[in-house]
């Protein structure tokens, strides 16, 4: 499968990984939407997290304990998980993510 997570799982294409374990990767997205973006993924193939937690719920937890994890080991108090589902919500990359955001401010009203 031509899938460009899966090859930065397998390390075929580069990323700036800052956790890996047997089941997840978690890696800098390249196009940051805030100071910290950090982008995790299961190692194995789901189109995205829905269906990561429709087959392994246990697998979904992981993906947001290793988030709170990350969020703590870089000092953020308040930061935003988010995983967008097809392709009208913004999802253009069919390997199930969740986006990692922090350092700077989402609260709306600004200010
Ligand atoms: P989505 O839009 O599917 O919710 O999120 C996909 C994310 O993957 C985007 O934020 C995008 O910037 C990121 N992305 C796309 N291609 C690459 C890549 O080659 N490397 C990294 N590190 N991130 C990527
Ligand atoms: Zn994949």
């Given at each position: 499968?031509?899938?460009?997570?899966?090859?930065?799982?397998?390390?075929?294409?580069?990323?700036?990984?800052?956790?890996?374990?047997?089941?997840i990767?978690?890696?800098?997205?390249?196009?940051?939407?805030?100071?910290?973006?950090?982008?995790?993924?299961?190692?194995?193939?789901?189109?995205?997290?829905?269906?990561?937690?429709?087959?392994?719920a246990?697998?979904a937890?992981?993906?947001?304990?290793?988030a709170?994890?990350?969020?703590?080991?870089?000092?953020?108090?308040?930061?935003?998980?988010?995983?967008?589902?097809?392709?009208?919500?913004?999802?253009?990359?069919?390997?199930?993510?969740?986006?990692?955001?922090?350092?700077?401010?989402?609260?709306?009203?600004?200010?």
């Open positions: 499968m031509d899938c460009l997570f899966c090859k930065i799982v397998s390390g075929d294409i580069p990323a700036t990984v800052v956790k890996k374990t047997d089941s990767t978690a890696f800098k997205d390249i196009t940051p939407q805030a100071p910290t973006h950090v982008l995790i993924i299961p190692n194995k193939h789901f189109e995205n997290m829905a269906e990561v937690a429709n087959a392994d246990d697998l937890g992981q993906i947001f304990k290793v709170g994890e990350i969020a703590h080991e870089l000092g953020l108090k308040s930061y935003r998980t988010n995983a967008n589902t097809g392709l009208e919500a913004g999802q253009s990359v069919f390997h199930a993510h969740l986006h990692l955001l922090g350092g700077r401010s989402f609260a709306w009203p600004p200010g």
